[in-house]
């Protein structure tokens, strides 16, 4: 059964330092979508991504947070100067073009942890 | 803004009882809600989702939830428990149908299942 891949499966770094998380979702999905959970807490949407552009980002998505679809298989998130509040586990998400279906299929996640 | 709020952040059943796990939603339109499963180490599956259809929902592993838009309620329940069904699991809205839609989550419930 196809399965959406993330790597790496877990990330630490110094705060300040940039990091990259990789994410392969399901092959004949459009939808991309990346989401985060705090050790504790809720699962919090960060960004969808659709048509090689995001269509919607919510407000913990700031200028430090990117995501791009490098290839025709990888998806990336990126952050450029990590805080230690950006420590959590980051989950990755693919859906098939709408009108079909909205069901989001995750990632195992990456679990990241800024020192 | 929608919303859902899980009563219970930790459930403990023994093997063979009923599994009752709550989620009220609040959602300003029609909304598409969810049910997700997440094992250790692994990413959050989806159990089953409700999309304006039958109001009783079933899923995989024995799993079945009913929306009554009365009481704002989606509860997923289970007839029996297995010790497998151990996990976090969690609800979720999203208020649009179609891929490209963001979903909000509840706080996850622990479900534990004793012999």
């Known amino acids: 059964e196809p399965e959406v891949t993330q790597t790496p499966s877990h990330q630490v770094t110094q705060m300040g330092q940039e990091v990259i998380l990789r994410c392969v979702p399901i092959?004949?999905?459009?939808?991309f979508y990346w989401y985060r959970q705090i050790l504790g807490q809720k699962v919090e949407f960060l960004v969808s991504?659709?048509?090689?552009?995001?269509?919607?980002k919510s407000e913990i998505f700031d200028d430090q947070f990117s995501v791009e679809r490098p290839d025709g298989s990888n998806f990336t998130l990126k952050i450029r100067s990590t805080k230690l509040e950006d420590s959590a586990m980051y989950f990755c998400?693919?859906?098939?073009?709408?009108?079909?279906?909205?069901?989001?299929?995750f990632g195992p996640g990456t679990r990241l942890t800024v020192l | 803004a929608q919303s859902v709020t899980q009563l219970g952040s930790h459930v403990s059943v023994s093997e063979g009882a009923l599994v009752l796990l709550r989620c009220n939603y609040s959602s300003s339109v029609p909304p598409y809600l969810f049910w997700y499963v997440q094992y250790p180490n692994q990413g959050l599956q989806l159990l089953l989702k409700?999309?304006?259809?039958?109001?009783l929902v079933k899923g995989i592993n024995g799993f079945e939830a009913e929306f009554k838009k009365s009481e704002t309620s989606f509860h997923l329940t289970k007839p029996s428990a297995h010790m497998s069904d151990a996990a976090e699991y969690f609800c979720?809205?999203?208020?649009?149908?179609?891929?490209?839609?963001?979903?909000?989550f509840g706080t996850g419930t622990q479900l534990k299942v004793e012999l």
């Open positions: 991504f659709y048509n090689n552009e995001i269509s919607e």
């Open positions: 998400a693919s859906s098939e073009d709408p009108g079909t279906t909205d069901t989001q299929y």
């Open positions: 409700y999309t304006s259809a039958a109001t």
């Open positions: 092959s004949n999905h459009l939808y």
């Open positions: 979720a809205v999203s208020d649009r149908p179609g891929g490209g839609n963001k979903l909000t």
